[in-house]
């Protein structure tokens, strides 16, 4: 359940973790999906305190990479440093590495060292004409680092290779590729649905205009109101004349 809710309902995804762990917080997996969800509502404490007692439990070191992102998240970025150094990332599957090298160089960024992040995201993974699951967001990286540099003819060519590999959409490099090029979207269902609302109301101002014609054609004969000049009066309009 947590893990179907996390992409679309974060918050509802922490709220079911949070119940998963009353029940059941001996159990890895538990401590695990409990620590994402923490991590996509952005409760980084939480969620490396939950990490950490997932790996306490399994012995793995497949949530280094996000352990890591957590110290950044915190503000920490020199730990997440360290953390990228240690033997647990040699222990690592490729993927693993890879984001390994994502959560460096982001924490790089995060302490000002621009030229240091983009170094950092040089590698044979990078450089490689295969498409693996990280290729696109390795890219996208490099190209984000790269235009952050002012590099930017480099960082269109590597946005371009992003949008290539990206075949899930899991990057916005088709949006940042149209910024960069000057291209505006637009969005012709909200214009079809503001030309409608702009057609209704020009249908009630004119449905109000007839109305207010046929009220100056009714009372422009005063009589038409007043019942006429030479009406007689009502039998009840005049009491004082009773009282004699």
Same mark, same amino acid.
């Given at each position: 359940m947590v893990a179907n809710l996390i992409d679309e309902d974060p918050e509802q995804a922490y709220a079911y973790s949070r119940i998963a762990l009353?029940?059941?917080?001996?159990?890895?997996?538990?401590?695990?999906?409990?620590?994402?969800?923490?991590?996509?509502?952005?409760?980084y404490s939480e969620a490396l305190a939950e990490f950490r007692a997932a790996r306490r439990m399994t012995g793995t070191v497949e949530?280094?990479?996000?352990?890591?992102d957590?110290?950044?998240?915190?503000?920490?970025?020199?730990r997440a440093l360290a953390m990228a150094g240690e033997p647990e990332v040699q222990k690592l599957d490729k993927a693993g590495q890879v984001e390994m090298?994502?959560?460096?160089?982001?924490?790089?960024?995060?302490?000002?060292?621009? /030229?240091?992040?983009?170094? #950092?995201?040089?590698?044979?993974? !990078? &450089?490689?004409?295969?498409?693996?699951?990280?290729?696109?967001? *390795?890219?996208?990286?490099y190209a984000d680092a790269l235009l952050a540099a002012g590099r930017e003819d480099e960082a269109r060519e590597w946005f371009a290779k992003?949008?290539?590999? /990206?075949?899930?959409?899991? #990057?916005?490099?088709s949006d940042r !590729? &149209?910024?960069?090029?000057?291209?505006?979207?637009?969005?012709? *269902?909200h214009e079809d649905e503001d030309a409608e609302v702009h057609e209704v109301h020009e249908g009630d101002q004119g449905a109000k205009?007839?109305?207010?014609?046929?009220?100056?054609?009714?009372?422009?004969?005063?009589e038409a109101v007043t019942g006429g000049a030479d009406a007689e009066p009502d039998a009840g309009s005049d009491r004082s004349g009773d009282q004699s």
């Open positions: 009353r029940l059941a917080s001996r159990v890895a997996a538990v401590r695990e999906a409990a620590g994402f969800a923490a991590y996509a509502t952005q409760k949530l280094w990479p996000v352990m890591a957590c110290e950044r998240g915190l503000g920490r970025p020199e090298r994502l959560v460096a160089a982001g924490a790089r960024r995060d302490m000002g060292q621009l /030229d240091a992040a983009i170094v #950092t995201l040089q590698s044979p993974e !990078l &450089a490689s004409n295969s498409v693996q699951p990280w290729t696109a967001r *390795l890219r996208y990286a992003a949008l290539e590999a /990206d075949k899930d959409g899991a #990057t916005d490099a !590729l &149209a910024e960069m090029d000057g291209v505006e979207f637009v969005d012709a *269902l205009a007839d109305a207010g014609d046929d009220d100056l054609s009714t009372g422009s004969d005063p």
